[in-house]
């Protein structure tokens, strides 16, 4: 009988505990949310709504950044070419290495070297930008500097450089877990139809893990888009127009952290700043839903077959 009494009481108490789980991770999940939608309105109102924000959005990415010339010339074409170069360089890099590091920690490995590897890369991504940035000054700036005879080491191919190491981990931790995942749960099966592993990795794994490959490369892009500090320590930090991988550019996070601190509060400079930054996060944020769709139809296409 006593049993019996203390069952439901039992019952109630883990009820009681699973909804306070759910509200926590409901109000978790909305803290997120609204966080994200004030970040996107305040950028919205800080970049001058109504007040010839559509001529902004142009200049955004047209023009040349002159806020001393009279009149001034507030265009940020070189920031967001420099920006594109940057990346492109580090994703071309960052890519391959990072693919081949996640497919040789997944299977190629043996265990007592995976055990080293895995906290390798996590050290690797906890490092701070600002070292980054110092290893590249004291290394790849007098390098290019000696080596291709330039008047600056600096460079938006030594900025790319540091920039495909700081991504390297995120794109290696992220495609090795998609690679882990798929021969965990095909590989049995696909050998036991006699099938080669070259054959297996092309034509099943490969495939499997292209979700989880595109979530990689997404990963490091975002990380790639968003560095600020070591990429304003190596492009060069100039308002330039670059016409090649070895001219000095100036990436859009540099560019709003060096004018920001020195910028009237609701100047045309000001607001300008503020449409860069807004621009830049709707750019990530329309990048990661692509990718979102993207793999949704890579999934179906994938089951349905």
């Given at each position: ?6 069952h439901?009481?039992?019952?109630d ?50 023009g ?29 890099i ?65 900025a ?5 190491v ?47 490959l ?19 320590m190596?492009?060069?930090?100039t ?16 560019l ?22 807004l ?27």
């Amino acid at each position: 009988m006593q049993g019996q009494q203390d069952h439901p009481s039992g019952h109630d108490s883990q009820s009681s505990r699973d909804r306070i789980v759910r509200f926590l991770c409901l109000l978790a999940l909305i803290s997120g949310v609204g966080i994200l939608i004030l970040t996107i309105v305040y950028l919205f109102i800080e970049s001058g709504i109504g007040k010839g924000f559509l001529l902004r959005a142009l200049h955004c990415f047209t023009g040349e950044w002159r806020p001393l010339a009279t009149p001034p010339q507030l265009g940020m074409a070189h920031a967001w070419v420099s920006t594109a170069m940057i990346t492109g360089i580090a994703l071309a890099i960052s890519l391959p290495i990072g693919f081949g590091i996640g497919l040789f920690t997944s299977e190629i490995a043996p265990p007592f070297v995976r055990r080293i590897l895995t906290p390798a890369l996590e050290l690797l991504a906890g490092i701070p930008a600002v070292v980054y940035g110092f290893f590249g000054a004291v290394t790849l700036v007098k390098w290019f500097e000696v080596g291709f005879q330039l008047s600056s080491g600096e460079t938006i191919l030594g900025a790319g450089i540091v920039l495909s190491v700081m991504m390297l981990p995120f794109v290696a931790s992220t495609s090795g877990e998609a690679f882990r995942a798929a021969f965990q749960e095909y590989r049995e099966s696909v050998l036991a139809l006699g099938v080669d592993q070259i054959t297996m990795f092309r034509r099943v794994i490969l495939i499997r893990a292209f979700p989880g490959l595109i979530a990689a490369a997404v990963l490091g892009l975002a990380r790639g888009l968003g560095e600020t500090l070591a990429v304003l320590m190596l492009s060069g930090n100039t308002t330039a127009f670059p016409d090649s991988l070895l001219s000095r550019g100036q990436p859009i996070t540099a560019l709003l952290a060096t004018e920001i601190g020195e910028t009237a509060v609701n100047s045309e400079k000001y607001h300008m700043l503020f449409t860069g930054a807004l621009f830049l996060m709707l750019l990530v944020l329309m990048l990661n839903l692509a990718i979102s769709i993207l793999k949704k139809r890579v999934y179906r296409g994938l089951y349905a077959s």
